[in-house]
């Protein structure tokens, strides 16, 4: 059985910290791309972040690029997104998933394009 499980959300003040990591079982996990998607309140899904199972590509949109780095480790099958310097407008539910394939940017937020999605974590930053 496949499963994404996401966790290390919280709440936090605006500038603060937070790791979310996304457990991942029930598949080959180093054969997928692994993405970072999220959700706000009332908005559509906003891709986050990329990697691929070699570690060597990652890719991020410019509203997290040099604030969030995504990392992988293949022999614990876990996803990591390190997040920094936070703002109120990184509220959102954070879900990982996995495909196949490196998506084409405009379909990364959507979310039949993935395999596999987990459940989320909720990450709430206050100003």
């Known amino acids: 059985q496949v499963q994404l499980v996401e966790s290390g959300g919280g709440s936090v003040q605006a500038g603060g910290s937070l790791r979310l990591s996304c457990a991942a079982s029930g598949f080959t996990f180093s054969s997928y791309w692994m993405y970072w998607v999220r959700q706000a309140p009332g908005k559509g899904l906003e891709w986050v972040s990329t990697i691929n199972s070699d570690d060597i590509t990652t890719d991020y949109p410019d509203s997290v690029k040099g604030r969030f780095t995504i990392s992988q480790d293949n022999a614990k099958t876990t996803l990591y997104l390190q997040m920094n310097s936070l703002k109120p407008e990184d509220t959102a539910m954070y879900y990982c998933?996995?495909?196949?394939?490196?998506?084409?940017?405009?379909?990364?937020?959507?979310?039949?394009?993935?395999?596999?999605w987990g459940q989320g974590t909720q990450v709430t930053v206050s100003s």
């Open positions: 998933a996995a495909a196949n394939q490196r998506l084409a940017w405009w379909s990364r937020p959507l979310k039949g394009a993935y395999k596999y």
